[in-house]
C-alpha cells in the first residue's frame, strides 16, 4: 500500500510571491505529490503550505524547497508578527494513509537528516517526533527567535538535535510529526453566546470532556447564530460523531438544537467514513467500501454537513 | 459553612478484629465525626476504614487514631498479599462539601504533620498533596514496601516529606488530598461482553473519550447481562450524566439498550444534583434545593438508578 503523507511547511516569507512561487516549485508538476495550498500572509511575513503525497515523493520535495528557502530568504532582515525562528521555520509531517505513527516518526527523522545535511540548517525533532520533552512544544523551542538562536544553543538544554550552531541567514528549523487536525464547527439555533460557550466548555478536553476536543463558541454574525468550534486533535481516538452527538447531548439541556455542522478546509476520508459506520450500525473494524460521493451524501445525511463536497476530502487530491 | 471531609484511612491489620476496634474508637460516639464502614480482609491482612465529618473533628480523630495504630500494629511481623509500608498505611483525605481542593491540601499538610509529631512516623504527601512528581503516584512511593523503606529512604530521591528514617515498627505513611471517586456501573440489555467493552473503550479517557472516566466492562452471571462499569474521578468535572449519556449513545450502535445504572457505595449528594439540574433543564448555577427522598426519587427516573436509596448518599450521615 502506497503511504501517503500531509506536509505543512512554514516559510518566513509572506510578503513576496515571485520568491514563494521558487520556493515550492518542486511542489509541482512532479509525479506523487500535489500542493494544495498556499497561504500567504503578509503582516505575518509568512506563508503555510499544504502538500500531500507518496512518502518518497514528498520527501524529495520538501528538502528541495527547503534548500531554496535557505537560499532565498534571509532571516537577518525579516520582519513580521508571527514568531519565527527560520526561513523554513517548522515543518509538521501528518500520516494520512497507509503510515503509522511510528513510521512517520521515522521518516521525519530521515527528512530532517536530509535538510540539515543539504542545507546545513540546524533541526529540532518536535512534537510526537521530540527526543526531549522540552522539545514537544513548539512554542518552548521557537522563544527568543532568530535573534536569540546564537545564545540560545550555547545552553547545552537547547541543543539542536542536529547541528550545533544557526544557520547564519536561515536560522533554525523544527520537524516533527503529528497528527492531522480536523478543524469541525457545529452550527446552533441559538444566538446566546454564553450557553454555547457552556455546550463547548462540557465538550472540551479542558472541561472534563473528551480527550482530543477543544472546543470554543463563536458567533456567526450575518446569521445571529453561535457555533461550537472545535479542533479534534486525534480523529482516530475522538471521532467526528462523538463530537457531534456530544454537542447534541449538551445542547438539550437548554433547549438548543444542533442545524449543520462544517468541516473547515479539508479533511482524510477516514476521519469520515469511520464516523458513518457508527450511523450505519457497523463495528469499528468492518469495512466500509464508499467512493467520495456516497461519503458525501452520508456525511450530510448523519452529520448534517453543509458547504461540503468531494473537493474537502485529501483523496479527491489522490486521484 | 461546615468544611465537611471523607478520610479513607488504610490500616495494615485485616485479622484481628479486638485491635481494629481499639484503632478506629476515636472515630466513635464523637461529635462531628462519623465511622461509615470498616472493611476487615483477612488475607490482604488490610483494613480500609470509611468516616466522615466536620474537618475539625475529622483530624483529631485521624490523629488519635494514627498513634493507636503505631502502637498497636507490628509492621515487622506483618504479612498480607497487599503492598503495604506502615501500620497506617495510607491516608486518602477527600473534600465533600464547604471544602475546596486547595484547602484540602492545606489541610493534608497539617494532619501530616500532627501524625509525624505524635508517632514519629515519616510522611510522604503524595496525590494532590504531592510536592514532588515521584510522590503524586502512591505505588511509586510504597515500591521495595516496608521492609524496603530503610534504603529507600538513603536515597535523597525518596526523602520522606517529613522525618528521615522510617519508624521501627511502624514504617511510614502516605497523606493526601484526592477527589471523591464515584463507583458507577450501568447495565444494559446485551450478554455481549465483546460489545460492551467497545462501549466502555468509546466512553473512557484511555480511548479518547471522557476526561475522568475509567471504565471496563463486567458480566453479571445471574442475569446474562453485561454492564459497563466505571469509576469517575472528577465528578464535578466529567459529571454522572455524562458518563450515562455517551454509554446510551455508544450502544446505540449495537442495538443496545441502556436499562438501569448503578452506585457502588457512597455518593455526595452534590454529584446527583449537579446531573439532576442537566434533565431538568437548569444552568449549572442555579440552585436545585432538593430533599434526599427527591434527590432519590429523580436519580431513579432520569439515572434509572436500581438499588438506590437516601442510605446511599453521604449526607444522610451528615444528620
Known sequence: MEKIIEIVPNYSEGKNREVMEKIIAPFKGLDGIKLLILEMDASYNRSVVTAIGEAEAVMRGIVESAGLAAELIDMGTHRGEHPRMGALDVLPIIPIKGIDEKECIELSYIIGKEIHEKTGVPVYFYAKSAK??????LPDIRKGEFEGLEEKMKDSFWQPDLGTIPHPTAGAVAVGCRNFLVAYNIDTDSSSRKKVLRIARRVRFSGGGYRYIQAGAAKLEDRNI?????????????ALYQAFEAVKMEARRYGINVTASEIVGLVPKECLTSSLKYY???????ELDLNLDETVELAKKFLLFRDFSKQKIIEYYLG
Chains 1, 2 share one sequence.
Do not use: A, F, I, W
Open 132 to 137: 526531549r520533552p522540552q522539545c514537544e512544544n
Open 226 to 238: 453561535c457555533q461550537v468550534t472545535m479542533n479534534l486533535t486525534d480523529y482516530g481516538k475522538t
Open 280 to 286: 450505519l450500525g457497523m463495528d469499528e473494524e468492518e
